[in-house]
């Protein structure tokens, strides 16, 4: 799933639409009755709302923004990202937690804090599009669809088009 494109030496294309096939597949293999999906905002919350439908799960998905427990909150202030919305109890829920890159793994601890501010729940797993590795924290998926390395100067980011179709855009640092 991980070529370099014709005519650039060592670039990275991931194909997103064929990896959230494969998310998909392995998010459905991952259900239980009290599964809840909640997306990270931005690209997790998009991938959340896309397999809450493709799933026919009832109800929204839930999203979560990291935004007020960010350990770099001073450098970067607040985001105009998207704010927490979880239309399920969280108490006793298995949550589901989506992210379209898992990197250095502070956004889960981020997002970790924000959905125990609003219960317990029973279970919470992670399911990741794209691991890249890099971690700073113990942090790790529980399903990846694919799993990338990326020099620490490059970000990969999730990006969606108005039809809804995923794409991916790697970025220079």
């Keep these: 799933m991980t070529t370099p494109s014709p005519g650039v030496s060592g ?3 991931l194909d997103a639409e064929a990896l959230y096939r494969e998310l998909l597949r392995g998010v459905r293999s991952m259900l239980t009755p009290t599964t809840r999906l909640a997306g ?3 690209g997790g919350a998009w991938l ?6 493709d ?10 923004s990291s935004v007020m427990h960010r350990d770099d909150f001073a450098q970067r ?6 704010q927490t919305a979880l239309p399920f109890d969280v108490n006793g ?7 379209d890159v898992l990197y250095t793994g502070r956004t889960i601890r981020a997002v970790l804090n924000e959905l125990f501010d609003y219960g317990r729940p029973a279970s919470v797993r992670l399911a ?4 890249r590795g890099g971690r700073e924290l113990p942090v ?3 399903f990846a669809a694919a799993r990338v390395a990326l020099p620490a100067a490059q970000s990969l980011a999730l990006a969606r088009d108005d039809s809804g179709i995923f794409q991916f855009q790697v970025k220079e640092a």
């Excluded at 959340?48 to 439908?53: H, I, N, S, T």
């Excluded at 799933?55 to 979560?64: D, K, N, R, T």
């Excluded at 990741?128 to 691991?131: I, K, R």
Aim: glycine share 10%; charged share 20%.
């Design 40 to 42: 990270i905002a931005s």
């Design 55 to 64: 799933l026919g799960l009832e109800g929204p998905a839930g999203v979560l």
């Design 93 to 99: 829920a298995d949550v589901l937690v989506l992210d």
């Design 140 to 142: 790790q998926a529980d």
């Design 48 to 53: 959340a709302e896309r397999l809450q439908k």
């Design 77 to 82: 202030g607040l985001s105009a990202s998207a």
């Design 11 to 13: 670039s990275l294309v």
């Design 128 to 131: 990741v599009l794209v691991d």
